[in-house]
């Protein structure tokens, strides 16, 4: 059983930067790509960001774009989630999931394991 679990998660100022962590443990396999989603206070769960574990290339929501980057270590299975000049719109639970599958997905329908979400909360 492929297991996302996210880490760092916490409460910033506006302008701060926070970096979450996920691991992905259990049976893994080279071809996963993985993806953070949020959901905002009261808001559906949206895409963030997401990296192919093959080419590495990576996409972003629109709202993050400029401000979040999503990398990997393939050595420790562990993906990484840099947020820089947080917002107060920022606040959210965000999960880490992983996609069983070697390409670049946005939808959470492509994702097949979930991690239980990391609170970020960002006062102004």
């Known amino acids: 059983q492929v297991r996302p679990v996210e880490a760092g998660g916490g409460m910033v100022q506006a302008g701060d930067s926070l970096r979450l962590s996920c691991v992905l443990s259990?049976?893994?396999?080279?071809?996963?790509?993985m993806g953070w989603f949020r959901r905002p206070p009261g808001k559906e769960r949206d895409f963030v960001a997401a990296?192919?574990?093959?080419?590495?290339?990576?996409s972003y929501a629109d709202s993050v774009k400029g401000r979040f980057t999503i990398s990997r270590d393939s050595a420790s299975n562990t993906v990484y989630l840099q947020m820089s000049s947080l917002k107060p719109e920022d606040t959210a639970v965000y999960y880490c999931?992983?996609?069983?599958?070697?390409?670049?997905?946005?939808?959470?329908?492509?994702?097949?394991?979930w991690g239980q979400g990391t609170q970020v909360t960002v006062s102004s």
């Open positions: 999931a992983a996609a069983g599958a070697g390409g670049l997905y946005r939808r959470a329908y492509d994702y097949h394991y």
């Open positions: 259990g049976r893994t396999f080279s071809n996963y790509s």
């Open positions: 990296i192919a574990w093959g080419d590495h290339s990576t």
